[in-house]
């Protein structure tokens, strides 16, 4: 085990929304629930949009969603880079979970890792928790939210490096989203941590 | 494309099976709600191939409908086992985990 | 060969690729261990594995109504997979069987001791 990292455990940032922002999460949603409605329909015209547009104000009435603080802006670049990132982590891990599968040889071992992410919001603990159980190899059993520290059942692992070496991947995730959607704040502050000296469970 | 959909119908067909000894051999009632979710995703896989196989896409809107109901399904199993065990154990600490 | 033929073989091998990843999913949930590690198993045919066979499906059917009805499963089965994962494995992990001696390390087990230590702690003051 390593010393305490140099931050004090902070709680996630959730300021009162601005009523602009309210309004900018309301039209996020009810674009996207058109969008679906659209698709399941499969064509776009008029009466899809606008039974689209009814489905999605009932929706948002009868089931009206937390509100997500989302202080960076979408930045394309690192947003491919991300999505590119992820399927080759996608396709490498399949293949190595099938490889665990199927070779002859031990029953594999594994590790129940603490990440402690460096920015901790709501936004960035979901997205990064999403992404690392959608890999396989890595399962979130647990995150706590006061800390910003994700649980990780990680397959196998044999040694305590690769136990390091999988914590700085799970950084390293969370810098690329940051990248992607972070706002400059987050973005300094992950900058100023590198992914080496930081994520030890305090 | 046939000799495709004969390969892909054995290897489906012996994912199933296996799939299938761990839902009868469980142990625990989680084990078998996550070999379910495969079973599912493995018909989900044979309803696809099927469809790419025939050209036909009367089947699409049953994987709709299968890939929002697995997930209600295991969810539900989830928290009724996470239920039991709170009840059956001293539960130290999953007062805090909720 | 035309582009026809060649868009029916990269249909083929998705359709393959996916089916492979089931099987070896299906190997996987008999000889893996314990549950944690199925759950690993159980990711494979459910990411990666559907994403090839819709693409196969989508590269086979080339129609747009079709293609946007697939693209609304990948969706859904990408955002919904690992919130039934973490909710069958936040289940799971303090009272199932898990085979504690194949762990290298468990960071989970000091951090539970520490909730119930601050949960004795405020109950006593």
Redesign the interface.
């Known amino acids: 085990m390593r010393s305490d990292p140099p931050t004090q455990p902070t709680d996630p940032a959730r300021p009162p929304l601005s009523r602009t922002a309210r309004r900018r999460n309301q039209v996020v949603a009810v674009t996207a629930l058109v969008a679906v409605w659209v698709l399941l329909w499969g064509t776009l015209s008029w009466a899809n949009i606008i039974g689209g547009l009814v489905v999605a104000a009932v929706l948002l009435a009868v089931f009206p969603l937390p509100p997500v603080t989302f202080a960076g802006r979408v930045r394309p670049l690192p947003l491919l880079r991300f999505w590119l990132h992820f399927l080759r982590d996608l396709v490498v891990a399949s293949a190595q979970v099938a490889w665990l599968a199927v070779r002859v040889g031990p029953t594999p071992r594994s590790a129940i890792i603490a990440a402690r992410l460096r920015v901790n919001t709501d936004l960035n603990l979901t997205l990064t928790a999403e992404a690392l159980s959608l890999l396989p190899g890595s399962l979130i059993l647990e995150a706590d939210r006061r800390t910003g520290t994700l649980y990780i059942h990680v397959l196998g692992v044999t040694s305590r490096d690769e136990v390091e070496r999988f914590r700085r991947g799970v950084l390293e995730l969370e810098a690329r989203i940051i990248e992607a959607i972070g706002s400059p704040e987050e973005l300094r502050r992950v900058r100023e941590t590198p992914a080496d000296r930081e994520g030890v469970p305090a | 494309?046939s000799a495709?959909a004969v390969?892909?119908t054995v290897?489906?067909a012996?994912?199933?099976?296996?799939?299938l000894?761990?839902i009868i051999r469980g142990?625990?009632i989680?084990?078998r709600?996550?070999?379910t979710?495969?079973l599912l995703?493995?018909i989900?896989?044979a309803i696809?191939?099927e469809?790419?196989?025939s050209?036909d896409?009367t089947a699409?809107?049953v994987?709709?409908v299968l890939?929002?109901l697995?997930?209600v399904g295991?969810?539900s199993?989830?928290?009724f086992?996470?239920r039991r065990?709170d009840t059956s154990?001293s539960a130290?600490?999953?007062?805090?985990?909720r | 060969m035309s582009l026809d033929v060649a868009v029916d073989v990269a249909a083929s091998i998705c359709l393959i690729a996916g089916a492979l990843l089931s099987l070896a999913a299906g190997i996987a949930l008999v000889r893996f261990p314990d549950l944690l590690t199925r759950m690993h198993a159980a990711a494979k045919p459910q990411v990666l594995g559907l994403l090839l066979v819709l693409v196969g499906c989508a590269l086979r059917l080339r129609t747009g109504v079709d293609i946007t009805t697939l693209v609304l499963v990948g969706a859904f089965s990408l955002a919904t997979a690992p919130v039934a994962a973490h909710m069958v494995g936040r289940a799971a992990y303090p009272h199932e069987d898990i085979r504690t001696d194949l762990l290298v390390t468990d960071e989970l087990a000091a951090h539970l001791d520490r909730v119930a230590e601050e949960r004795e702690h405020s109950a006593a003051a």
């Open positions: 494309m495709v390969i892909v290897l489906l012996a994912a199933g099976g296996l799939t000894t761990r142990p625990s989680l084990d709600a996550v070999a979710d495969v995703a493995v989900v896989a696809a191939t469809a790419a196989y050209r896409a699409l809107p994987l709709v890939a929002v697995g997930f295991s969810v199993v989830a928290r086992a996470a065990n154990t130290t600490s999953d007062g805090s985990r």
